[in-house]
Each structure stands twice: as C-alpha cells, then as structure tokens.
C-alpha cells in the first residue's frame, strides 16, 4: 500500500512510499485512510525542521490531522466496520509520568511521549492504518469528510477548556474574545468561543489578509474580523480573552500587553524561533503582574478534548465547515500540498478514491 513518509530532519525527502499492509495486534482497528489534513507542524517535518522517525527506522510515515474508515474491529471494541473514525495523536509516555499516568497525556511531564506522525511513531497518511481501538475516536457519520477536522478541534477544545479552568480562578464571566490568525486553528478557536453555552461573547478574529476566503469565513460566525494589527483592535474591543494562533513573535508580545484586566491569553502558535526582538521586560511584567494576567501555552489533546471536538463539529454548520477546506489533494501529488498557495485555509490530503 501507498504511504506518504520523509526522513525527519531531512529536506526534501517527502515521497509516496510502497510498505507492508499493516497487520493489526490485538485492541487495534484497521482502518482504510480516507484523508489527512496538512498543518504547519507537517510543513517542518517536510522542511527537515522536526519529527521524529520510530525506533531504529529512518523513514516517518506522515499524517496526524487522520479520517478513516474501519475495516475490521475486535468484537467489544465499541467500534464496528464501516465506522468513520479519527486516530488519537498522542501516546502516554513509557515511564508514564504523573499526567500520562491520569490519562494526560497532552500535559506530558517528561517530553518521552510519542505522537503519531510526527514524534516516534508512524502516522496516518497512508491508504490503511491500524490504531489501538482506545485511541480511536467514532466520527459523526453525517460529518464525512469534514472528520478530518475532528484532529485540530480537539486542540482548541483543550485551549478552552484550559482558559475556562483558569478563569475559574476568580468571578469570570468573559465579554470579548479576540483570536489572532484566521487559519484552521484560530477560525476553529473563533468555532467553538461561538458555541458557548449561554454565554453572549463577542468574537472577533484579526488576521493580515484583506480578501480570499476569510473575512468571509469569520462573518459568516457571526463574528468581526480585523486585518489592521493588535494593537488597533485590543485598544477599541479590550479581549478578555485572547487566543493567539499565528505563533509570530509581535503578535505574541502584542497579545500579552494588549489584554483586559484578569485577561487570559492562550497561545496555540507553534513558533519557528530565530527572530529577536528588543521588549521592556520590566513593563510587560509590571502590566501582566498589575492585571492578574495569565498568559500560557496549549498543545495537543486528550480523549475528552476529541470528544468535545467532535460534538462541537457535530453541532456546527456543515457549509461553514466545508468551506475551512480549502485544497484536496490526491496522495500522488502530495508535495503540493506542503506549498503554501494564497488562499489556502486547510488542505486535505486524499487517501482514497472512495467517497467518504
Ligand atoms: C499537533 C499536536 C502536537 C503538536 C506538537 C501539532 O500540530 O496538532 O497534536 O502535539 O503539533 O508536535
């Protein structure tokens, strides 16, 4: 079978590969690959800047953001064939820490986790995969391919999740949310702060563009959308909640000076370092200490995260969600995938030529 694999910390060394079938052990799924989405974590890989191949292997199967459908399932495992599922990326640590211990393995305490497509362990970009079925996720029929969504939901479900445990810190009752960066993550962000249950939050989206696809995609939420920099928007708007998904440097620092009072800021933006910028450490500090601030890092997810992923994309509507999907690509030209184009929100990989 076709797989997509690249030699990690190796520049240009994406290829479609011929491997074994994949032979499930006991627990595992096996599951026909429908789609993978590309993120930007997948574009290092492919640049040679991160990943990981398993054991003593050079070669790492891509693919993390996964849809497919089952195969063949062991009797009690909840799962059955024919089933649209999602593969968990993360895996506990061996140790297991604490976290992982709990069940936490998003929150790893040790680094020694693995992830599927990216750190240790195959991924799921090829046209048959096996997971352990308590690593699997069932997909809302109804959803088809929008399921390779599920993936980057669970990670903003999580980065909810944990604004909400922190705001609990004290009386939180959020009226603006700002989110930076409108690509899949932060319009994903922008989603789901629009579903809160009874909460009327006000939800505005900044991103650099001016045209393509989202302006209109962050209206079409029913939220505003800014293209004029933090600093414009945080003066007028005063987020109480900002959640940061571009990973660029000013923004980053803009986003923890520019916040309301108790504000929370989230980052999500997994940054390429190697850019320096001169900061008044005193006044940023003095401003977070001042305020009550809280300013921290999200990645990754756990079941319960993928499982209010799916319900919030279950409750969302499907054409909103179609059209995060920018780009579909056949396994066979996967490299284009991996090129930025202009309009690009979310592009897909396609593992098969079946429909979902
Ligand atoms: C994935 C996460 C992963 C992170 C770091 C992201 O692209 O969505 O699941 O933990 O990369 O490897």
Known sequence: MRALTVVPGER???EVSELPEPEPGPGDLLVDGIAVGVCGTDKDIVAGEYGEAPGTGHRLVLGHESLGRVRQAPTGSGFRPGDLVA?????PDPEPCGACAHGEFDMCR???YTERGIKGHHGYASERWTVDADYAVRVDDELGELGVLVEPASVVAKAWEQIDRIGARSWFEPARVLVTGAGPIGLLAALLATQRAGADLDVHVLDQVTDGPKPELVTGLGATYHHRGL?????RIRPDVIVEATGAGPVVLDA???NAAC???CLTGVSSGGRRF???AGALNRAIVLENDVVFGSVNANLRHYRLATEALAKADPAWLAGVITRRVPLAEAATAFTTRRDD???VLTLSDQPS
């Open 256 to 258: 923890m000076r520019r």
């Open 12 to 14: 240009d060394s994406l």
């Open 278 to 280: 001169e900061i008044d």
């Open 110 to 112: 040790n680094g020694r």
């Open 263 to 265: 504000g929370i800021v």
């Open 87 to 91: 593969g968990v990326v993360r895996r």
């Open 345 to 347: 929100v979310k592009v």
């Open 231 to 235: 600093d414009d928007v945080a003066d």
